[in-house]
């Protein structure tokens, strides 16, 4: 992949912070390459003092928490963790159809869901930001998105040139480095 698309990416972003006039940005961190990146291009467009990783553990592994920790340490990021695990517990409280456990599982899994992107979007809303987001379309393939009081903006003239692939993004992130 030619670094022109990485520098398309970058010239969308300023052009749509300079539309909607903000300048911070909220990016969640999941624990893989595409949070790590979303942080990164903030911090190359908008300077990392301008910032705000959020960190969101649920039933999550030690090393999910210690390695979005060390990643805004490492890279002098502010950073909150937002604990979710009381929350989300008591709504599963809430007894659901336990005859189907492939329901149940996708219940879990949007209940989850909504609350880290409630989450992330009050944070911003607080913080006057936009969020960087990298969204997973299939399998390995990501589109970059900002999303602004709740509303996610895309790249303007949507084609395959303006998607990453998993490879892409590891790429994209040492270019960064």
Known sequence: MENKVYDNIIDWIEKVSKSIEKSKVTVYLNGEIDGYL?????????????????????Y????????????????????NIIGIKHIYDSIMEKDIDDDNDELEENFKIEILNYIRNSIIESTAIKNKSMIFNFKKISYDLYQFQIIF?????????????????????????????
């Open 149 to 177: 009081k709740n509303k996610y903006i895309g790249f303007d003239n949507l084609n395959y040139s303006q998607f990453l692939e998993d490879r892409d993004l590891e790429k994209f992130y040492k270019i960064l480095q």
């Open 60 to 79: 999550s592994s030690e090393d999910y928490i210690v390695e979005s920790t060390s990643f805004s340490k490492d890279n002098e990021i502010m950073f």
């Open 38 to 58: 979303a942080s990164k291009l903030a911090c190359k467009i908008f300077g990392k003092e301008n910032v705000l990783n959020v960190i969101i553990p649920c």
